[in-house]
């Protein structure tokens, strides 16, 4: 062997691309490494492993699914049961990167084993030695049973204890992380640590011991990787790059070959400079986007040696540097497009290596020497040898011991195998090649082994992980326009697809397709994600309602240095007539007239051709595709209605074409004119003047009843900022899809078919039967809680306040009391109004347990809700409990129709100004409050689902057990 050397002012010269040519010669001649290759898989090794332990699937293209392995019985194929599809998919072999558990545990039980048999083709398997003869080695497998090996394939046996003890296993989610400040970042993502572009370092405090074996698993998703990895580092260096921090060792990427580095430091006092020895480990490949490194670190020594995933030799340096600290962290630095850290393992290692080249040796537990295996005695559980100082050897004495030696030679980075073979990753630490065969059953699957004497069937729930081909590949993507499925920890590429029915009640009429599969599969009921038709620029964060976005401010590209610039809000006008509704959904349509009653309109896009004002957002007449822009203090004037006014208060805002505006109260229109009230008279402005109609229901007060009984009469209404607090998980909830055009237009349906020419058709509870072209869409949302997603697309300065009372006449009141507060504390007092205009004290309440129930009648929830509480104070049957039910800022008229509708009888308060909520914390609706016999909250519980309601009545009946 011959080692390159040189002082660190060389090193930098030699990195550079003319040398580099240069350094391909100090590789290693090719030999093999008994440096107990004996690898875990990356899961909780233990026997009692089950298929509900979480993986994640990586496929060719760059696509993850987080599932689960089910069982196949078509050649060629494996099967993925994606977490959140009704059925799983069948993938063609050829896709498949590998899989791996999302999550890892940093410590990990002994193996039950007694031995590991290395093999020639890089596997080993776990096993009680049990006989060798000629042509076989048997063993006793806890996962495999009895199986017998090819004697000519068996390498080495290996004791299991001979292995160090594991230190820590991850990349977990802890503070042992830390992304040194950067635009970017290493983050967490999927189980791995992630930096997406080039020029971000991470520092980890990985506990590395003076002498360490460490496992490293890296990707990237696009082209070829350039990183400098260090070992041995100091991990309260969180400001240095990793090719500037002091190490043990490094791998670094020159060109397409990764490169060991060994480097001492310069001792100024001395006048000596630092010397560096270089060896180059291996070369990348084309389309590569994975590789797997083992590392052996003596730091005292100043050795570092560099393995592939089976432990076989691919470089040696020896640099000793006196005095130098042990170190016990890791630092990673891409200069790459993109880098992941997959796995890492850090174990305890020995020191001790031995050499697998035409030496065959023997340690045992007195030494090495010379020798190998020749057979077995089971009665006595003692070894024959050759070649050795001692004939025998007691089975309980060994270590290592060669069996047929083999000098494999050095690979690249890739390890090809033959085409379809992959790497199974068992529960005992057993590492077996071979191909996947169609299963017969739907517990095993079955691996025709070249190193076996029949096909192994294994346990589905023993298989942690597959190793498939790292190299990118072709990958067939099926009929229709391509996207994207988003899920949490999934990202498939693929198609909608067709819809064939089935029985099955819980499953929703839409299916995805991904690419390298031969089947399509429903997505499950209680799915929630993202179809994405192109990818953008990053989400914005969920804004909250009633804000400006302050992303869409204009300013001015120079101004004056002291000139003010005052900032400017674009209105969306919209390209083309449509119709926006308060849930989010925007119909293309042409507005035929609007009277007291609703509007009027036509849409290719649904059956229906009526809505009620409560239902309208704004409509656009005419189309206007710049848009117009406002300045801020204009918009808050727009927005700010006189606290004369609070009781006839405008309702709708005109937009003109020319960009003025016109606030009043919307009385009617036709083809010619649009008629408003603005200062009780009437204004009638031309419809060709008008590009958009805003309705203004958004506000923060209410008005009285006599506003109420006009406002419904005139088709308006008075609904309210308060957020309907949904549980997904309810069951009553359908499975909906909201489809986005351009400028976001989006429409809510439950779907029902996929059409051959790429219609998505379905029923919406607003508008009836509708239809979306996917050729116009480029992002679908679905789920039950899509109502809740949809109001981060979907922007709304419009939103009406009281102006501002002098100082002089405002409450001194405290803040609001978050929720998470009031538990253990004095209920706040109040005293509301019955719909019969009652006075109601909480004070003179004390000595009954109380239920406070705040809702609206626009809450869908609330109203699925009321009725069980009701019924579940009555079936507790205690005249010591009372129920009572604060309505949020809505006449008397509206809360007793509501009431009424349900059929209920509570006793109902009616909270006009929302002071009440806000100090009970109600940001959210239905919410139950439960006050016991001495004025404390005993519980709060937000939401309308099952599980709320049994959390509520069980902390009513609890408080009942505790007379005052």
Not at 630 to 645: A, D, H, M, S, Y
């Amino acid at each position: 062997m011959n080692a390159k050397r040189m002082t660190l002012q060389r090193v930098a010269f030699e990195r550079q691309p003319r040398f580099r040519a240069l350094l391909v010669l100090v590789l290693l001649s090719a030999m093999g490494a008994g440096l107990r290759a004996g690898d875990p898989p990356p899961d909780d090794a233990s026997t009692n492993a089950t298929t509900s332990v979480p993986k994640i699937l990586r496929l060719r293209d760059g696509s993850f699914a987080t599932g689960q392995l089910r069982t196949s019985t078509v050649d060629g194929r494996f099967s993925w049961l994606v977490d959140g599809m009704a059925e799983p998919f069948e993938f063609d072999l050829k896709a498949l990167r590998g899989f791996a558990p999302l999550k890892f545990n940093s410590v990990s039980p002994s193996p039950s084993a007694s031995h590991q048999f290395e093999l020639s083709d890089g596997g080993s398997v776990l096993g009680d030695l049990k006989a060798i003869d000629e042509e076989w080695i048997s063993i006793e497998s806890d996962v495999l049973g009895a199986t017998r090996i090819r004697r000519e394939a068996v390498t080495a046996i290996v004791d299991t204890s001979y292995a160090g003890q594991i230190v820590y296993r991850g990349p977990s989610v802890d503070n042992r992380w830390q992304s040194i400040k950067s635009s970017s970042r290493w983050e967490h993502k999927h189980g791995r640590l992630v930096n997406a572009k080039a020029g971000g370092t991470v520092v980890g405090n990985i506990d590395l011991p003076a002498k360490s074996r460490v496992r490293i698993v890296l990707s990237w998703e696009v082209g070829m990787p350039d990183f400098v990895l260090s070992l041995g580092t100091d991990p309260s260096q969180t400001n240095q790059r990793a090719d500037r921090a002091a190490a043990g060792a490094r791998l670094e990427v020159w060109d397409r070959e990764v490169a060991l580095v060994r480097e001492t430091q310069t001792d100024e006092e001395a006048g000596t400079d630092g010397l560096a020895e270089i060896q180059m480990l291996v070369q990348l490949e084309l389309g590569q986007k994975r590789m797997e490194i083992v590392m052996y670190l003596d730091q005292m020594e100043g050795r570092a040696v560099g393995c592939d995933r089976h432990g076989r030799l691919l470089a040696e340096t020896v640099l000793p540097d006196p005095g130098a600290p042990i170190r016990t962290g890791i630092h990673i630095s891409n200069t790459g497009p993109s880098l992941a850290l997959d796995e890492i393992e850090v174990r305890e290692w020995d020191g001790i290596t031995t050499h697998g080249s035409a030496q065959s040796l023997i340690v045992s537990r007195s030494g090495v020497m010379e020798g190998k295996i020749e057979g077995y005695d089971a009665e006595s559980e003692v070894l024959r040898l050759s070649g050795a100082e001692t004939e025998e050897l007691p089975l309980s004495q060994l270590r290592r011991g060669s069996v047929t030696p083999a000098v494999i030679e050095q690979g690249s980075a890739a390890e090809e195998r033959e085409e379809g073979q992959l790497e199974f990753l068992l529960v005992d630490r057993s590492r077996v090649l071979g191909h996947l065969m169609p299963s017969v059953d739907s517990e095993h699957i079955r691996v025709d082994c070249p190193v076996t004497d029949e096909t192994l069937e294994v346990d589905i729930a023993s298989v942690v992980g597959v190793i498939g081909r790292a190299v990118e590949g072709p990958t067939e993507y099926p009929e229709g326009r391509h996207c994207t499925l988003q899920l949490a920890g999934t990202e498939l590429a693929g198609c909608l697809a067709k819809v064939e029915p089935t029985e099955r009640s819980d499953v929703p009429a839409f299916a995805f397709h991904p690419a390298a599969s031969s089947n399509a599969s429903r997505l499950n009921g209680d799915a929630a994600g993202t179809i994405v038709y192109r990818m953008a620029a990053p989400e914005p964060a969920p804004r909250p309602l009633r804000t400006i976005n302050r992303s869409r401010i204009f300013r001015r590209p120079t101004t004056a240095r002291n000139t003010v610039v005052t900032p400017r809000i674009h209105i969306e006008i919209g390209d083309e007539p449509q119709l926006a509704f308060r849930t989010g959904d925007v119909v293309s349509g042409s507005v035929k007239g609007i009277d007291a009653s609703g509007v009027h309109f036509s849409s290719p896009q649904t059956t229906t051709n009526f809505a009620d004002h409560l239902q309208l957002k704004s409509v656009t007449l005419q189309s206007y595709e710049r848009g117009v822009t406002i300045g801020e203090k204009k918009l808050k004037r727009l927005v700010t209605v006189p606290r004369l006014q609070q009781d006839f208060p405008p309702t709708h805002l005109l937009i003109s074409t020319t960009g003025d505006y016109l606030r009043g109260r919307l009385q009617r229109l036709d083809d010619d004119l649009a008629v408003m009230e603005v200062g009780r008279e009437s204004v009638s402005i031309p419809r060709a003047a008008i590009a958009k109609i805003v309705w203004l229901f958004e506000r923060d007060w209410d008005t009285n009843d006599q506003v109420e009984d006009e406002n419904r009469t005139s088709g308006q209404g008075d609904d309210k900022q308060f957020v309907g607090a949904t549980d997904p998980a309810d069951k009553d909830l359908p499975f909906l899809v909201h489809t986005l055009r351009s400028g976001d237009r989006g429409l809510t349906f439950e779907p029902s078919a996929l059409t051959q020419d790429g219609r998505l058709i379905g029923r919406s509870s607003l508008l009836g039967d509708c239809e979306v072209p996917l050729g116009l869409v480029h992002r679908i949302l679905f789920g039950k809680d899509v109502g809740e997603r949809i109001r981060q697309y979907h922007d709304d300065p419009w939103s009406l306040s009281l102006a501002t009372l002098p100082k002089v006449f405002q409450q001194s009141d405290s803040g609001d009391v978050p929720v998470n507060a009031l538990d253990g504390n004095p209920a706040p007092t109040f005293t509301l109004q019955t719909l019969d205009g009652d006075e109601f004290d909480l004070a003179q309440t004390r000595g009954k347990v109380i239920v406070l129930d705040f809702w609206a009648s626009w809450c869908g929830p609330c109203m699925q809700s009321m009725p069980r509480l009701e019924s579940a104070v009555e079936e507790i049957g205690s005249p010591d409990v009372r129920l009572i039910a604060i309505n949020l800022q809505e006449s008397s008229t509206r809360a007793r129709a509501a009431i009424e509708r349900l059929g209920i009888n509570p006793l109902v308060l009616r909270d006009q100004d929302g002071k009440v909520a806000s100090a009970y914390g109600a940001r959210a609706i239905p919410q139950t409050v439960v006050i016991d016999r001495d004025g404390t909250v005993a519980g709060v519980f937000v939401g309308g689902s099952k599980k709320t309601l049994d959390s509520a009545v069980e902390c009513i009946r609890k408080q009942l057990g505790s007379p005052l």
